[in-house]
């Protein structure tokens, strides 16, 4: 009995191994045109019609930057967190190809969701940013560098770490 228990151990670990390399290896072939040194500039109007300025936010500590449509799925579970989290974080979200300001105003007041955004309707800034999936969050540090990179779903306890290593 115990022979069995420890080969279907060890299958266990050897998929649970290769399928860390292949969410791995597929995550870092979806970022791979995103900065990782200094950020690429970043602003625009926000739907609500104030000015959003990468440069300025870092002055005052890290940014969480959200790339993200209102077509993605996953994005409707990562949006409340993103949206909770710029309560005590500096938050831009940059709406990529998901209609026109009116439209996504009210794609975002529908779902309650209360964060400052950029509408990238033709794709521009994304593209500048390197961004291929949705979503997508980088957050940047106070000197403007790129400190993390993340595609897909994530926790919002994972982001609250990220933002409080990132100076």
């Given at each position: 009995?115990?022979v069995?228990?420890?080969?279907?151990?060890?299958?266990?670990?050897?998929?649970?191994?290769?399928?860390?390399?292949?969410?791995?290896a597929?995550?870092?072939?979806?970022?791979?045109?995103?900065?990782?040194?200094q950020?690429p500039?970043l602003?625009?109007?926000?739907?609500?019609g104030?000015?959003?300025?990468?440069?300025?936010?870092t002055s005052q500590?890290?940014?969480?930057?959200?790339?993200w449509?209102?077509?993605?799925?996953?994005?409707?579970?990562?949006?409340?967190?993103v949206?909770?989290?710029s309560?005590?974080?500096?938050?831009?979200?940059?709406?990529m190809?998901?209609?026109?300001d009116?439209?996504?105003?009210?794609?975002?007041?529908?779902?309650?969701?209360?964060?400052?955004?950029?509408?990238?309707?033709?794709?521009?800034?994304?593209?500048a940013?390197g961004?291929?999936?949705t979503?997508?969050i980088?957050?940047?540090?106070?000197?403007?560098?790129?400190?993390?990179?993340?595609?897909?779903?994530?926790?919002?306890?994972?982001?609250q770490?990220?933002?409080t290593?990132?100076?």
């Amino acid at each position: 009995m115990a022979v069995k228990f420890k080969k279907v151990f060890w299958n266990l670990l050897q998929f649970a191994f290769i399928a860390v390399l292949a969410v791995g290896a597929v995550a870092y072939y979806q970022q791979r045109d995103i900065p990782r040194e200094q950020a690429p500039p970043l602003s625009g109007m926000s739907l609500d019609g104030s000015l959003l300025d990468l440069h300025q936010a870092t002055s005052q500590g890290p940014v969480l930057i959200y790339f993200w449509a209102s077509w993605c799925g996953y994005c409707r579970v990562v949006s409340p967190v993103v949206s909770e989290l710029s309560q005590d974080h500096q938050v831009i979200t940059v709406a990529m190809q998901s209609g026109s300001d009116e439209e996504l105003a009210e794609y975002l007041a529908r779902r309650d969701l209360q964060f400052p955004t950029i509408n990238d309707p033709n794709g521009a800034l994304s593209h500048a940013w390197g961004v291929r999936v949705t979503p997508t969050i980088v957050i940047v540090g106070s000197d403007g560098r790129v400190a993390w990179v993340t595609s897909g779903a994530t926790s919002k306890w994972g982001l609250q770490f990220r933002l409080t290593l990132t100076d």
